[in-house]
């Protein structure tokens, strides 16, 4: 549906925390083979973020690639704005948080074996942790587009996605476009529960009323 799933896999939470549910897939692509389905895209860097996120810690919003430092996670002919986090600047990390998503996903570009993804869950619990080389074993290979992925982060049953925390222990973690798949507010839940219950009263009904007539 994607187009090629570089990856799939299931994570274990640290220590005596329960399991974590949670699993990834990667998409391979330059330009970014966008979203469809549940995802929308909700930031591009390109103005303020949307109500809801917010983003703290050291990284920078450019359009230009430096050499050494920092690459568009796209061809150089796309001149969008982008996210990067790198160990030149003040810290080497950046975290967004976000409301309780069942899913989120971006465009990473030029993946570094040192740049790592830290899921944030429930109360900033540490859902995963996924490395550039987890992805891709392209090495940051700025010239290299072609092997820049997009990534899909899905959380298991009775979990939630709040934040997602990125790190480059080298230059750099460069990534766009942030899509995410969210979570029913507590009256659609609601407004579910009481249709399911609807429907079951419904077909209860209907069979007495079978029974009657037999």
Do not use: K
């Amino acid at each position: 549906m994607f187009g090629r799933i570089v990856g799939l896999f299931a994570f274990a939470a640290v220590a005596a925390a329960p399991a974590s549910a949670l699993t990834y897939f990667a998409v391979d692509g330059a330009p970014d083979p966008g979203v469809s389905g549940a995802y929308s895209i909700v930031i591009d860097f390109e103005g303020a973020l949307p109500t809801g996120y917010s983003l703290s810690g050291s990284y920078g919003i450019v359009s230009a690639t430096i050499p050494g430092q920092h690459a568009q996670p796209a061809p150089n002919t796309d001149t969008d704005r982008y996210f990067y986090v790198s160990s030149a600047l003040p810290t080497n990390n950046a975290t967004l948080l976000t409301p309780d998503l069942r899913g989120i996903s971006f465009y990473w570009g030029s993946i570094d074996t040192h740049n790592m993804v830290e899921v944030l869950g429930a109360g900033g619990s540490i859902l995963a942790s996924i490395t550039g080389l987890d992805v891709s074993v392209a090495g940051g290979n700025q010239g290299l587009p072609q092997t820049n992925r997009r990534v899909f982060i899905e959380a298991g049953a009775n979990e939630v996605i709040t934040g997602l925390r990125f790190s480059a222990t080298g230059v750099a973690f460069e990534l766009d476009d942030i899509a995410v798949a969210g979570v029913p507010e507590p009256a659609t839940w609601a407004m579910m529960i009481m249709g399911f219950g609807l429907v079951g009263f419904a077909a209860r009904r209907r069979d007495r009323l079978v029974t009657v007539s037999a």
